[in-house]
């Protein structure tokens, strides 16, 4: 998931001498083929993959900062061990997406200074704050949630190496998600500032999970080539309504309100019908002016920034020691 | 060896057993608070995954040996209630553990001295004469030997690297070398471990610490500092001001909202 931010159109601009190419890997895709990194592949096709799975490489390696904020104060060691583990495996999907996207071409760093001068995107509810506990429980099962609706179709996407790298990544995020509303089941089932500390989570959290999904689908550029593509298999509309019918009666199980006057049941439609989205909030987050934009981008850089002697000094060696090694291996 | 034929020991005091299974419980507790803070801001995503598992490792050591404290102490306090309720005083962690996690040096050299301690105290551990925390011993000295090949991994490529890592290294090691007096200098209740057969003989692991240590700064191209006296012990319950911040922030929520689960 965390791709909403796919921007302007790609028009595939096929010189004529490679019509015949376009329809045949086109139909490799029609007959559900996996495409793989020594494959042809349109141009258009290879950069709609690499800004996808590098966006998503990015939010995962982004997304540690706002539950890391958490760690130091996690209020039990069992919790604090399971946080930890889930932050860590953000940086393990980091770590095999950026792989996915090298099979494409583009190495991970120059990705990463993509990142870094705030050229890529990630997505945006990461430039939300955790302000309380609740909020760990609530990332979990909201925008772990959503990310899961985005991410199944995904493991039958065209290109080989992005679809197996969701396969796993799934399973996690799974598991995550079922800790996230564990946590909030505490909460709710907990004292009356327990309930209380839950309730707000939802309240902040849950408009900004719906945006996940992306613009609607009447504004949506992408949809449409993505489809045919098989990266993408369904409309942000149909996984926005997936995810509101799933998560829901969860809210109501918890004993929570979701923060939707116009929220109601289309018994007819059998899916809820929500209220109008903020749709000005989800592009000004986007464009930079979300809450924690700032403080996200200065915490990635300051690593990169503080690491970079330790990056140095780990090549010197390397480099120091290659001679000896080579020397031991012709020996 | 029958136990007829084991020779007569002195049998530990229930005190002495919960003092130290402490000192072991809270300095790995501790170092995991430590190195969990730095999870998403290590110098390379390949480091932030290491030190991920290493806080890991060290949490669930502090979860088996906590426990095991409230049991010997019998009062009913669990694994939190000792991580969550206790004042800075009242912990029983080696001062090392504590110290700010500063540049990736100072964090480095920290991990590196207590690492080749415990590595070395709970392989003596894996034979004490305490069923239960040999069995606890015996798992963590598995995860003790990677944490070691992380962290002098790292100090022989900082020491060998550029000079910018040599003169951070040297620096980190300058500022942390007074806490290792406290590793390997036994007081009188390491000593009465040792004759209960429940810990290790101090003198054993001060010659093995002072070998594998040796040897990976030797490789580091490192000069030892000068071993000076510093008697404040964290493992008293004497800490640096560190820890009393470390506290404040990890036992914030348990104490703002006394007596809920979480």
Not at chain 1, 166 to 185: A, D, N, P, T
Not at chain 1, 186 to 199: D, N, V
Not at chain 2, 50 to 58: F, K, P, S, T, V
Not at chain 2, 240 to 261: D, I, K
């Amino acid at each position: 998931m965390y791709t909403q931010a796919l921007d302007a159109p790609q028009t595939p601009s096929a010189p004529t001498d490679e019509d015949e190419r376009l329809e045949r890997f086109q139909a490799r895709i029609d007959a559900d083929e996996k495409i793989e990194p020594k494959d042809w592949m349109p141009e258009a096709y290879r950069q709609t993959l690499i800004r996808q799975i590098a966006q998503h490489a990015h939010s995962e390696i982004v997304g540690m900062l706002p539950e890391g904020n958490w760690i130091t104060r996690a209020p039990s060691l069992r919790r604090k061990a399971v946080l930890i583990a889930k932050v860590q495996d953000e940086g393990g999907h980091g770590m095999y997406l950026y792989s996915a996207a090298e099979t494409l071409g583009v190495a991970r760093g120059e990705l990463v200074a993509q990142l870094l001068i705030g050229r890529a995107k990630y997505s945006s509810i990461f430039n939300y704050p955790t302000l309380t506990w609740a909020d760990i429980g609530t990332i979990g099962w909201l925008v772990d949630g959503a990310a899961i609706m985005n991410q199944i179709p995904l493991c039958r996407c065209s290109y080989g190496p992005y679809a197996r790298a969701m396969v796993r990544i799934c399973k996690e995020e799974s598991f995550h998600q079922r800790q996230g509303y564990e946590l909030m089941l505490t909460l709710a089932r907990g004292s009356a500032e327990q309930r209380a500390m839950a309730q707000d989570a939802l309240n902040r959290w849950w408009w900004p999970s719906l945006m996940m999904f992306g613009p609607s689908d009447t504004d949506s550029v992408h949809t449409a080539q993505s489809m045919r593509w098989k990266i993408k298999r369904f409309t942000n509309d149909e996984l926005r309504q997936r995810f509101i019918d799933a998560t829901v009666p969860q809210a109501e199980y918890l004993g929570l309100t979701v923060p939707d006057p116009e929220l109601r049941f289309d018994a007819a439609a059998g899916h809820y019908v929500h209220g109008p989205i903020d749709w000005s909030e989800f592009h000004a987050v986007l464009k930079g002016d979300g809450p924690c934009n700032r403080e996200r981008l200065a915490a990635r850089r300051s690593a990169h920034e503080a690491g970079r002697w330790v990056r140095e000094a780990a090549a010197a060696y390397a480099e120091k020691h290659a001679g000896s090694a080579r020397a031991a291996q012709a020996g | 060896m029958s136990p007829a034929a084991e020779p007569a020991r002195a049998t530990a005091s229930a005190e002495d057993r919960f003092e130290y299974v402490l000192r072991l419980g809270d300095t790995s507790l501790i170092a995991a608070q430590r190195l969990g803070a730095l999870l998403g801001h290590g110098p390379a995503l390949e480091e932030d995954l290491a030190i991920g598992n290493i806080a890991l490792d060290l949490l669930g050591q502090a979860r088996l040996l906590l426990a095991l404290a409230g049991r010997i102490e019998g009062r009913g306090r669990d694994e939190d209630a000792l991580a969550f309720l206790r004042d800075a005083g009242q912990f029983r962690n080696m001062a090392l553990a504590e110290q700010p996690d500063g540049d990736f040096a100072e964090t480095i050299v920290r991990q590196c001295l207590l690492d080749a301690w415990q590595l070395e105290t709970y392989e003596s551990l894996a034979g004490s004469r305490d069923r239960e925390l040999a069995d606890i011993a015996e798992k963590a000295v598995k995860e003790c030997r990677y944490h070691w090949r992380f962290s002098a991994g790292w100090l022989v490529r900082l020491g060998d690297g550029t000079t910018e890592s040599h003169t951070r290294v040297r620096a980190a090691l300058e500022k942390l070398w007074r806490f290792t007096d406290e590793l390997l200098s036994a007081d009188a209740l390491d000593a009465r471990m040792a004759v209960s057969g429940i810990g290790p003989a101090p003198a054993l692991i001060r010659e093995r610490w002072e070998t594998r240590v040796s040897a990976a700064l030797a490789e580091a191209k490192l000069e030892r500092p000068a071993q000076r006296h510093y008697p404040w012990h964290g493992k008293r319950g004497v800490h640096t001001e560190h820890l009393g911040h470390l506290l404040a922030e990890m036992q914030f929520l348990p104490r703002a909202y006394p007596g809920v689960s979480w």
